[in-house]
């Protein structure tokens, strides 16, 4: 009788971790495969699509392509605010409502752009690592058959909708920086007015290229 109990509890015991354990693995994939080095992969591969259907899909059909993809691995309200830094307080809602959209078509519209045609270049992550303020950088490299590899760093922050990337390093080179100086330089020179206008015409251009 002894036996046949612990046999009954071993089952039960056994029986339960089989249960129990593929909802654990489950859990463990569902947060790795929204970990700051997959949103950067998966940002990457649609990059490299859209390389390589480019003739085929022509400069709209890349921006459609590419458009889903951006919005799920990019904070654009959260660059656009950093690049304004103090001046986005002085903007009312709607203000900083068209500058945030035109700040998002004009993302799309540059790699739809400058992302235009594939001839064997691709993507390699190189490493992951923390950095202050619970940020994580991850190291990238673009391989090119004809030239140096562009190191491509991405800067990510973990938020309401999960990792998202903050800034992009090109050759050590920050995005977010530089959009700070001109588009700040603009707002004291002519005002909120032709810095909207700056970048719709920056994306007319993109769509003209």
């Known amino acids: 009788m002894k036996s046949l109990l612990n046999a009954i509890i071993f089952t039960q015991v056994l029986l339960s971790a089989i249960l129990i354990f593929p909802v654990t693995i489950a859990s463990a994939d569902d947060t790795q495969s929204n970990g700051p080095e997959q949103v950067v992969r998966a940002f990457q591969e649609t990059l490299i699509q859209a390389m390589q259907k480019g003739d085929e899909l022509g400069y709209q059909g890349r921006f459609e392509l590419l458009a889903p993809a951006i919005d799920h691995s990019h904070d654009i309200d959260s660059i656009i605010r950093s690049a304004l830094g103090a001046n986005w307080n002085t903007l009312n809602k709607e203000q900083q409502q068209n500058i945030t959209e035109a700040f998002r078509k004009l993302s799309i519209a540059t790699y739809a752009e400058r992302f235009n045609h594939h001839e064997g270049e691709r993507f390699e992550i190189i490493e992951q690592r923390p950095l202050p303020r619970d940020q994580i950088l991850v190291r990238s490299k673009f391989i090119q058959n004809d030239s140096n590899p562009i190191n491509f760093d991405y800067v990510l922050r973990n938020g309401s909708e999960g990792w998202r990337i903050i800034n992009i390093l090109v050759d050590g080179v920050s ?23 700056m970048l719709e015409q920056k994306i007319l251009q993109a769509e003209k290229n």
Not at 175 to 197: M, T, V
């Open 175 to 197: 995005d977010l920086a530089l959009k700070r100086a001109e588009y700040n330089a603009i707002l004291k020179r002519d005002g909120f007015p032709a810095l909207l206008d």
